[in-house]
């Protein structure tokens, strides 16, 4: 009976932490939109965008490029200013 008791307090606590790891970050009072963050990305020279989601402070995806090659990108939330643009 106490085993029982154990492995279904366990997997309540291991469900309950994993569940708040898998939530995804919200974008910020005053930031640009998802549409106005992927307008941003087409203006740095991204012709197609793989992903675009919100990591801490700044938006973050990855795309290619005129050249064909895969890169990866960051802009801040509020103002879309690229902070980081490099290869994938």
């Known amino acids: 009976m106490y085993h029982k008791k154990m492995t279904a307090a ?7 932490s994993t569940s ?3 939530l995804a970050d919200e974008p910020g009072e005053g930031w640009i939109t998802f549409e106005q963050a992927m307008e941003k990305a087409k203006a740095a020279g991204y012709t197609e965008l793989h992903s675009l989601e919100v990591d801490d402070k700044s938006w973050e ?8 090659k895969k ?7 509020t ?10």
């Open 10 to 16: 366990l997997a309540i606590a291991v469900l309950g």
């Open 79 to 88: 103002t879309g200013k690229i902070t980081l643009d490099e290869i994938d």
């Open 61 to 68: 995806g990855t795309g290619l490029k005129a050249d064909g």
């Open 20 to 22: 708040t790891v898998a």
């Open 71 to 77: 890169y990866e990108f960051q802009m801040e939330g």
